[in-house]
């Protein structure tokens, strides 16, 4: 089934999820979906995926696992591919497009209601760092001396550039979707005439990031962002060891969220042993160690060094649900 003309193909509010590649997707993602009728057996959820992942699901007898499923269009298999073309799937008058390395950890009714206001929005937080799209290693440096983040902002327009974090998108407005999904695009295209560097020049990433054009769209267009890091009522948090308590099956889950931007920020250093002792010298510093213990309603295991306990628990619950356990 393809949608089109972005017409909603059902009323009111509902989830989605989009595959392509590997079946080792699909799997994730059925888990995912899982989690959220833990907490909500109403709103329907659907998947876009290739016709493979399609049979997949019906040689494993699960054909009737989403409510809707749609097929993805030739060249949108990607990351940009699909983020860049939201609006080309829109099965539902208000969509919450979701990562499927996702794990829900509390009822989601709350977040619908936030969203509600936005036409289209993106979880994120008002002023994206320095790091954001662009280098991360001694490169940054230079980047900071030469104001480069700075310079690309007036190159363009734009006043501001917030950082989004996609794993958590919402659209209800199929003409205001189109347009940021399209402005998003050209300035992919421009690349060139800014300071951001290709993803795919991280070790361990073979496909182009999305998120700094669409912050770059949703910029030049005047559409805030969803605030990401917004403690107990946070939409994502991201997994990382160190700082969440949870059990095998992921039902009971509890973040340590640092209150001070940068000791939170701290979570993306990858060497175990160096980020917990920033942590302990950073968060000495007065002002620098408060901290909450939060439940977000998502728990996002976007970190390439910290998806093994994801892939742990997808294995088996996806072993449960095709009656292989």
């Excluded at 002002?287 to 998806?307: I, M, R, S």
Aim: hydrophobic share 35%.
């Amino acid at each position: 089934m393809s949608q089109e003309k972005n017409q909603p193909v059902q009323k009111g509010e509902g989830y989605v999820y989009v595959v392509y590649g590997k079946l080792k997707y699909l799997e994730h993602a059925v888990v995912s979906a899982s989690t959220i009728r833990r907490y909500d057996t109403k709103r329907p959820i659907a998947l876009i995926c290739q016709p493979h992942h399609r049979d997949e699901l019906r040689h494993q007898g699960l054909e009737d696992f989403f409510d809707l499923t749609l097929d993805l269009q030739d060249g949108h298999d990607s990351i940009v591919g699909f983020k860049h073309n939201v609006h080309h799937y829109m099965p539902f008058e208000r969509n919450l497009y979701l990562d499927s390395d996702i794990v829900w950890c509390r009822d989601p009714d709350p977040l619908w209601h936030g969203f509600q206001p936005f036409g289209f929005t993106i979880t994120g937080i008002q002023k994206a760092d320095y790091f954001f799209g662009a280098p991360k290693g001694i490169g940054i440096v230079r980047d900071y001396l030469l104001r480069r983040r700075e310079r690309t902002l007036k190159r363009f327009g734009l006043t501001y550039l917030s950082r989004v974090q996609s794993g958590v998108m919402y659209a209800r407005d199929p003409q205001l979707t189109r347009q940021v999904c399209e402005r998003a695009s050209q300035m992919l295209d421009q690349i060139d005439r800014t300071h951001f560097q290709s993803r795919k020049k991280e070790k361990g990433r073979n496909l182009e990031s999305c998120e700094w054009s669409l912050a770059m769209a949703m910029s030049d267009l005047n559409i805030p962002v969803y605030p990401w890091l917004n403690g107990h009522e946070s939409p994502q948090l991201d997994f990382i060891g160190d700082i969440v308590e949870y059990d095998e099956e992921f039902e009971k889950v509890v973040c340590t969220f640092h209150t001070h931007p940068f000791v939170y920020s701290l979570r993306g250093v990858k060497s175990d042993a160096i980020r917990r002792m920033l942590y302990a010298i950073f968060g000495s510093l007065p002002g620098y160690g408060d901290y909450q213990k939060v439940t977000p309603y998502c728990l996002h295991f976007g970190w390439l060094h910290q998806k093994e306990p994801f892939l742990t628990f997808a294995d088996r619950k996806w072993n449960e649900l095709t009656g292989r356990s």
